[in-house]
């Protein structure tokens, strides 16, 4: 289940002491997989601390799915470097989900930069002209990085779907 608030997902925790959930992102599964993160062939990649809810929610929807993925955080464009940093570890993924929200530019620079398929989330996060992610949405929808998919704002689960649908057809050739 997404999106479950967290006093309901404290109750559903009583009644399945088993069971795993993450306030964050409002993600409750009945049994979270042990999954070897070694094998990752998804990215989820994020800007900032500030976007982990959608990040989270495409992580255990994948997990659901029995597909593990690996987390970058914090590799947002007002700090360059922190990304240039980290490209070798993202080239190895067959499928990147990119989370960013203000003003959206991380799946356009990612994009420019590398050759996976991409599917960008915009987040809500941030403020002024920002306008609940709006702002993000349509920087995401008129990326210069041609090929991009984007998602609906804060849909981290379907960045996940889409991301599994795309490993299912490279399973099946």
Known sequence: VSRVQPEKGET????????????LSGSFLLQKNELDESQARVGIICA???D???VNE???TLNLLEQPAVCINNVGVAGLHRLLNRLEDIKKFQVLIVVAGFEGALPSVVGGLLKQPIIAVP???GYGVAE????ALHAMLSSCANGITV????NGYGAAMA????????DNQ
């Open 52 to 54: 982990l809810y959608a």
């Open 58 to 60: 495409a992580l255990y």
């Open 151 to 154: 998602t609906n704002i804060d």
């Open 12 to 23: 559903l925790l009583e009644g399945f002491p088993d069971a795993f959930f993450d306030p």
């Open 132 to 135: 609940g992610g709006q702002s």
């Open 163 to 170: 991301a599994y649908r795309i490993l299912q057809l490279l």
């Open 48 to 50: 900032g601390s500030s």
């Open 123 to 125: 987040t809500s996060i």
